[in-house]
């Protein structure tokens, strides 16, 4: 049996029980491989659930620095026998599989194509440790020991990250440090060690990474950080997962960073909802009350703003909505990843609307957008929603570390004051004095006589006066159709990479890939992927909408577009065929809508097949240049 | 449609502490029909306003959808109005209050507004002790719909169309008593004399001031066998008047001793009941969830102040938030800068 190798080039998964204490120690594992200075991606797949369910957490170890999953499984280590067989199963031929040997593997688990490492885990923790929550608690310690070993790990760094994440608690750090011991001790006695597979201090193909001094942290942590620095002084919610904790992280660092030193007293107000309604309707208060105000929400909830939104959208209020995006409704799988929000978003509520909609695609941008969401949402006095999901919100990402500028000033948009009141001769709240549909907006108690109005959806003239006139109505939202087309010039614009050189090209077609956040990591893999095979292929990623005007030219510029979404429906490429002049038929859907993130492997067998059947029905668009 | 009141006043206009005349606080002409409650309350509140002293443009209104909720058109043209979503005022109120806490803030809702599609928020708004003034324009039906009875339509009341309505009412002043409301207040519109001084002591109190005003539909409720009719509030009141004396304001009116109450809010603006038989106090919730009961079940509408917790802490208070209002701060108050994100980013490697 040829065994799997490779430095710093490799698949773990870890197979647990829910609430059994496995996540920190599998986080352990790869914020350990982090510190080596290795890019590596870490993925919890869990369920809806606190005790007992089946749980797993994929690390991703890539020398290129490859952050989206690529598929497959290279070493597994299971200690959950609900859900072994299977596990095994998902083992690449040549692969590994570390189990708890405390009792004896039955026959029909042992294949012959896998390699196979027996650790009495329990055992081991049984005789060493009295407390019974440590027994439980410190075998996933001892097989990150024993990984320690098989996959060469440096052992200093796992100890420096056992006293920082124990911090004061000695007991707590020489019981995990011995735990630690124990594994690595027994894989050294016990087996050839390190694997085929390993890792490798200075071992990658993508030095850049290392040289920018990554960070290691989640998206929802970033747009937490993004809201605070952007400003934000009013959040409003009601917990659902994958979304809540953007707020946790809210929280922490607003009591931190937003208490007013001479009093003690807060600068930021947060509210529990009593639902979701009530939440996004607390946004849209203070924000028509001047404050910068976000709540943060998943599928099911931003159903419920819709209501909200459309009114947010017609009164022009602004709102900040960072959406997590999960699978399907409430009892769907509300802790599996999706990107399947997009339509519901975009055209999110009642009437004629068009949201703004951010697309970040790593922890950078998720702080990044939502500085600039604010000010979008100020400048524009509409809502935007930041489109994250559960991949990119809740697994830690490395990323290059969050920047700031001191010379940020807030965009707080068209807002009159007291003293611009004053000097406006003639003022009306929908008078589009600047010809980009975009208003003056005054805040409530600012002037004693000048610049008071009634806000209400769409029934009132250019000067807010209550109106039931067809001609009004109109005016106003072909008025809000031009503000949604200033938008564009504000939102941030998509990034395109030109096709890998290719030796000999297999096409003459020009193939292009459209994608958007967390699928774009995959995306570019299985680019590289296929480029190696001889296919050529340009991509484009969104980053916002309404779509900037070099998307329609680059679909135009393509024979073939692959859209690479998580979702069933193609929910974007459906909102590019609405948007965009083309034809539709040149947008190829590459799907996944599993619940776990798409994968590059996927990404390209379904490129492969597509270009196998599909060369010879389309006629290049240039034929001379291809 | 509505449209543009004349601006010309006589010169001869009382004016109040701020030099302004009561034209000062007008609205835009009404747009209900001839003769509906609501618009006595509007008359309440623009009158309550001009002789609180209020700056009209440090109010802002907000509202849900229905009759009700159109009425901030016609009161304080000269301060800003919110007319959200149908039964979700309340949320808009509260993250308007947040932002600023400066502001004097009115919500008007209806029966609908609040006692169904509201109430979720509504009972929130509540234990969240919001400061502002909640009224509710409660006349037992669905105007704008055309008349289908409302869920504070009362057990028995006949209807336009003749239906007799099966279900008990929602009682929201009672309500209101039972989950912790720091001011609670039921009214009548045709009761000028004691719904004016309810508004101002509600908008002087700190914290959710809550009246609900008997408003009556007359175009849809207005008939024989209605509860919430004109003849029957008036036959079924039981009245509590009481004046409203503003901080360093003389008492005017001279009462009987024995008869009045005096409560003090926390801005020292003082509250005097009379007439209200002598064994009521405002400070006992208990007392007063009793006798709203004991009037409800004896068909009678008792109205006034029904109680009030002078040392109420409002939502900003509770959440501890700074005095100067969150939509004041600035940058340097809200951005923490550079150096402190490298400290973040070096914690996260």
């Not at chain 1, 593997?105 to 060493?128: A, K, N, Q, V, W």
Request: include cysteine; aromatic fraction near 8%.
């Amino acid at each position: 049996m040829k065994q799997i190798s490779g430095i710093n080039d490799f698949v773990v998964k870890f197979a647990n029980v829910n609430g059994s204490g496995s996540a920190s120690a599998n986080h352990l594992f790869a914020k350990a491989i982090f510190r080596m200075g290795i890019p590596v991606s870490p993925r919890n797949i869990f369920p809806s659930n606190i005790q007992g369910l089946p749980t797993w957490y994929e690390v991703r170890v890539s020398s290129k620095g490859y952050l989206g999953r690529r598929g497959g499984v290279d070493l597994m280590v299971s200690v959950n026998p609900q859900s072994m067989e299977k596990d095994i199963a998902d083992i690449e031929p040549g692969g590994y599989f570390v189990y708890d040997s405390t009792k004896p593997l039955e026959s029909h688990l042992r294949h012959d194509d896998i390699t196979y490492f027996g650790i009495p885990m329990t055992e081991i923790c049984m005789r060493e440790f009295k407390n019974p929550r440590l027994q439980q608690l410190l075998k996933n310690v001892v097989y990150v020991g024993a990984l320690a070993a098989l996959l060469k790990i440096d052992f200093t760094i796992l100890k420096d990250l056992l006293n920082d994440q124990f911090k004061g608690k000695e007991k707590l750090i020489s019981s995990n440090a011995h735990a630690l011991d124990l594994g690595y001790q027994f894989a050294l006695e016990t087996f050839n060690c390190p694997l085929a597979i390993r890792l490798q201090k200075g071992g990658n193909d993508a030095p850049h990474i290392l040289e920018s001094k990554h960070i290691l942290m989640n998206g929802n942590t970033a747009a937490a950080l993004g809201a605070i620095y952007g400003g934000a002084t009013v959040a409003a919610w009601y917990p659902i997962t994958p979304s809540t904790s953007v707020v946790d992280a809210f929280a922490q660092y607003a009591e931190r960073l937003r208490i007013d030193a001479g009093t003690g007293k807060k600068n930021f107000a947060i509210v529990q909802a009593e639902d979701e309604l009530a939440a996004i309707g607390m946004v849209v208060g203070a924000s028509w009350n001047g404050a910068r105000a976000f709540t943060a929400t998943s599928g099911p909830g931003l159903s419920l703003m819709s209501e909200f939104l459309g009114l947010a959208y017609f009164a022009e209020v602004p709102v900040v909505l960072i959406d997590v995006q999960r699978s399907g409704p409430s009892t769907g799988m509300p802790t599996r990843s999706q990107q399947s929000d997009i339509l519901a978003a975009a055209y999110a509520s009642h009437g004629d609307t068009k949201q703004v909609l951010l697309f970040p695609a790593t922890p950078r941008e998720c702080f990044d957008m939502t500085v600039q969401a604010f000010d979008l949402a100020e400048r524009l006095q509409t809502p935007v929603i930041i489109m994250s999901d559960l991949d990119l919100g809740m697994n830690d990402w490395m990323s290059p570390p969050l920047e700031w500028d001191d010379d940020y000033q807030m965009d707080r948009g068209k807002v009159l004051d007291a003293e611009a009141l004053d000097k406006t001769e003639k003022w009306g709240r929908y008078l589009d004095v600047d010809g980009d549909g975009i208003c003056y907006r005054t805040l409530p108690g600012a002037h004693p006589d000048k610049g008071a109005f009634f806000t209400r959806g769409s029934s009132k003239n250019e000067m807010a006066v209550y109106s039931e006139s067809g001609d009004d109505y109109v005016q106003n939202v072909d008025r809000l159709l031009r503000k949604f087309e200033t938008a564009k010039s504000h939102v941030p614009t998509p990034k395109t990479h030109p096709p890998i050189a290719v030796k000999a090209p297999k096409t003459t077609l020009k193939l292009g890939a459209l994608f958007f956040g967390t699928s774009a990591s995959p995306a570019y893999e299985a680019v590289e992927m296929l480029a190696e095979e001889g296919y050529p292929i340009d991509t484009i990623r969104i980053r916002a909408f309404p779509f900037h005007e070099s998307l329609d030219q680059f679909i135009h510029d393509h024979d073939l577009v692959f859209v690479i979404e998580q979702n069933r429906d193609g929910q974007m490429r459906r909102l590019v065929i609405n948007e965009c002049e083309i034809p539709p038929g040149k947008l190829i859907p590459v799907l996944n809508y599993s619940g776990t993130p798409i994968t590059a492997r996927k990404i390209a067998r379904k490129i492969r097949e597509t270009l196998s059947t599909k060369s010879a029905d389309v006629v290049p668009l240039h034929p001379e240049t291809a | 449609m509505s449209y543009i009141k004349p601006k010309f006043r006589h010169p001869s206009l009382p004016k109040n502490a701020l030099g302004v005349t009561i034209a000062d606080y007008d609205g835009a002409i009404s747009t209900l029909c001839a003769g509906c409650g609501h618009d006595s309350i509007s008359a309440a509140i623009r009158s309550a306003c001009f002789l609180s002293s209020i700056p009209p443009h440090r109010i802002a209104k907000l509202s849900g959808i229905g009759c009700s909720s159109k009425m901030p058109t016609y009161f304080l043209g000269k301060s800003h109005g919110f007319n959200s979503v149908h039964g979700r005022m309340p949320s808009v109120a509260t993250g308007a209050s947040l932002a600023n806490r400066e502001l004097t803030y009115i919500g008007i809702s209806g029966d609908g507004d609040t006692a169904s599609i509201g109430m979720g928020q509504f009972i929130h708004l509540i234990r969240r002790n919001v400061n502002m003034t909640y009224i509710v324009a409660n006349n037992g039906c669905y105007g704008l719909t055309k008349g289908q009875d409302s869920a504070t339509a009362d057990l028995g009341s006949i209807s336009k169309n003749g239906g007799t309505n099966p279900f008990d009412g929602i009682d929201l002043a009672s309500l209101a008593l039972l989950q912790g409301a720091s001011f609670v207040a039921r009214s009548f519109s045709g009761d000028k004399e004691q719904l004016e001084p309810l508004i101002r002591a509600a908008m002087a109190h700190n914290g959710f001031a809550f009246i609900d005003v008997v408003s009556p539909c007359v175009t849809f409720n207005n008939q024989a066998g209605s509860t919430k009719s004109y003849a029957h509030t008036r036959e079924h009141l039981d009245a509590m008047p009481l004046d409203y004396v503003p901080l360093r304001d003389e008492i005017r009116t001279q009462y009987e001793p024995g008869t009045i109450q005096s409560v003090t809010l926390h801005d020292g603006s003082v509250i005097h009941l009379h007439k209200a038989g002598a064994d009521y106090r405002t400070d006992d919730r208990n007392a007063a969830i009793a006798a709203a009961r004991a009037a409800h079940d004896e068909g009678r509408i008792l109205t006034g102040l029904l109680f009030l917790d002078p040392n109420s802490q409002d939502l900003n208070q509770n959440l501890k938030l700074a005095s100067k209002p969150l939509n004041a701060l600035g940058k340097d108050e809200l951005c923490p800068g550079s150096k402190v994100l490298s400290s973040i980013n070096e914690g996260l490697r």
